[in-house]
């Protein structure tokens, strides 16, 4: 099965600063890579989503960007906020059964 | 606008007793799946449907039972709890393949 690993398993920056998320998954049939944001005491919500036939994809202040080849995918927090605080999974999938990574806590420091 | 409604939010059992845990959605999707959330494992799926009267397995099955009767209601049920399955449970529903997953807002479920 697939098998995503995330890094780093915690983040602290500035406020104002930028934040990155690395994934890297093994399956190389998935085709579907989202990333949710979980604010304490809720349910994971997707944020942006990248498919395998682009490159990049950009809403606002975040981004995310697809190396096919390497099996590997980030997500680009910029102009960090206090309202980025919050735990960020990976997820990648080749149907509907989503396969996660560990996690990342972003906290952003004001 | 209800979307994934988990019941109960909060439960404490004693080892050896059974529950089930809700879910039910109101967007006519066709996959559920339930997750449960560990610190520093990220959430791994317990058992997933593709509609009603269809039901598999995923990564950490053991333990639990579920049935989709209905498009709408996805329980989750645990035969004889056991502190190992102390945890937050997410159950979440998804239109079709390779598109948004939205999920529920859990269940802390405490096993003594």
């Known amino acids: 099965g697939e098998n995503v690993e995330q890094h780093p398993s915690t983040l602290s920056v500035q406020e104002g600063d930028s934040a990155v998320i690395k994934c890297t998954y093994s399956?190389?049939?998935?085709?579907?890579f989202p990333w949710y944001k979980q604010e304490l005491g809720k349910g994971p919500q997707l944020i942006i989503d990248i498919r395998s036939n682009v490159g990049e994809k950009k809403d606002q202040r975040i981004a995310v960007t697809l190396n096919k080849t390497a099996k590997h995918f980030s997500l680009h927090i910029t102009e960090t906020q206090p309202e980025d605080s919050a735990v960020y999974f990976c997820a990648a999938t080749s149907d509907y059964k989503l396969s996660f990574g560990a996690g990342t806590t972003v906290t952003v420091r004001a | 606008n209800a979307g994934v409604t988990q019941t109960p939010k909060f439960q404490v059992l004693k080892t050896g007793q059974s529950m089930t845990l809700q879910c039910a959605q109101d967007?006519?999707?066709?996959?559920m799946s339930w997750y449960r959330q560990d610190p520093g494992m990220g959430l791994r799926l317990i058992h997933y449907s593709v509609g009603a009267g269809i039901t598999d397995q995923g990564e950490v099955p053991n333990g639990y039972n579920v049935s989709r009767s209905t498009t709408e209601d996805f329980p989750l049920r645990l035969l004889s709890a056991a502190p190992s399955q102390t945890s937050v449970y997410f159950c979440a529903s998804t239109e079709r393949g390779n598109t948004e997953a939205f999920f529920g807002q859990g269940t802390r479920l405490t096993v003594v």
């Open positions: 967007m006519n999707h066709e996959y």
């Open positions: 399956d190389s049939a998935s085709n579907y």
